[in-house]
């Protein structure tokens, strides 16, 4: 297999204000479509791990089984196996892995898994092909991609309004689609998935503290990420539009009746069985 070209770059990179976002993830927050279809002795391959807090829960999961969580950035899987080694798993593993091009032989692992992932690759179709073709035959492709425009708040804040804008934009022109969530399940038919159970589910922050902690990260991303370097170093936004959506989030987070909703898109996929002659 020819090696993929590098169409895409991940938007947010892993500045802290990301992390925090990562980190407080988990399979029951995450991941709840696919818990039900796990079973005690499966393989599982999680791919865009991160930091590896919904890996270590999916191992969790399958106690006689095994996880495998992969990422295109190494740097990140030292705190993969920090939060595994913490808690004491020993049927997981981490590795480099690109999704458009993965290094494991056909019909591997009973499920593959993956969480905010598509909307942040240059070929998402390709990439459920290589998920599927490492899936074995019975197995699960289970992917999670929220939807940028259908989040929704209040109250209403033109502050807001222009974060939104600037981030669609700059993960477009990184080679992203940042509504990945409405369109997971066409480009699951596209690869070849017939057996599909498409479902959506939200992240909801309403709460003091909850809006406290959504509008901080974000006030932060916006000034301090890859994604904010890039915003400015590609003309979108000047550093003082920058300043100003970070107000709007910090603004928004001190409402009391504000609420911010995060709308994802979730596929749940049967790897057809073959037919024996």
Request: proline share 4%; net charge negative.
């Amino acid at each position: 297999m020819s090696k993929p070209q590098e169409t895409a770059v991940y938007t947010h990179g892993h500045h802290e204000s990301v992390l925090r976002s990562h980190t407080w993830r988990t399979a029951a927050n995450s991941a709840a479509y696919l818990l039900g279809s796990l079973k005690p002795h499966m393989k599982v391959l999680d791919i865009g791990c991160g930091p590896g807090t919904i890996t270590a829960d999916l191992a969790e999961f399958v106690p006689d089984g095994h996880v495998t969580g992969v990422d295109r950035a190494p740097g990140i899987l030292d705190q993969a196996r920090a939060t595994a080694a913490e808690r004491g798993l020993t049927n997981v593993d981490f590795a480099v892995a690109d999704v458009h091009a993965l290094e494991y032989p056909d019909d591997t692992f009973c499920v593959v898994h993956a969480h905010q992932v598509l909307q942040h690759v240059g070929d998402p179709v390709r990439a459920l092909r290589e998920m599927v073709r490492v899936t074995k035959p019975g197995g699960y492709v289970a992917v999670r991609d929220a939807d940028y425009a259908s989040m929704a708040w209040f109250p209403l804040s033109p502050g807001l309004d222009d974060w939104l804008d600037l981030y669609r934009r700059v993960a477009r022109a990184n080679g992203g689609e940042p509504d990945a969530g409405r369109r997971l399940r066409s480009w699951a038919l596209r690869a070849g998935l017939t057996d599909i159970t498409a479902t959506s589910a939200t992240w909801t922050f309403a709460t003091a503290e909850e809006r406290a902690w959504w509008s901080g990260l974000w006030a932060d991303r916006t000034l301090a990420s890859a994604y904010a370097e890039r915003a400015a170093q590609s003309g979108n936004a000047t550093p003082e539009e920058l300043g100003a959506v970070s107000e709007a989030w910090r603004e928004w987070g001190r409402q009391e009746d504000g609420w911010f909703s995060v709308l994802h898109g979730e596929i749940l996929c049967r790897k057809r069985i073959r037919n024996r002659k």
